[in-house]
């Protein structure tokens, strides 16, 4: 054990900078886990929407695969109008 002020000091910095004074968090205790969450279920809308959209796509893509300017936009409009959306 340290018996001056210094070695006190020393001590407290290293043990606080290396975390050894610190107690286990990961131990249980007794805690229950988070009941897992159920995935929300597609809407028939959104269904029909996702496979407009992936059928228009190649539309309003560049040769390379990265979309042309205002082409998402374009593609999301005309997704929405083929799913029967106003």
């Known amino acids: 054990m340290p018996t001056d002020d210094w070695e006190r000091g020393y001590a407290a910095g290293y043990h606080a900078a290396h975390r050894t004074d610190v107690r286990d968090i990961t131990s249980d205790r007794g805690e229950s886990a988070p009941a897992p969450t159920k995935k929300r279920k597609a809407s028939a809308y959104n269904r029909k ?21 205002g082409g998402y936009r374009a593609c999301v409009k005309a997704a929405h109008k083929l799913a029967g959306r106003k």
Request: aromatic letters at 20%.
């Open 49 to 69: 929407y996702s496979a407009a959209f992936r059928k228009l796509e190649g539309k309003y893509k560049k040769k390379n695969g990265s979309w042309r300017e």
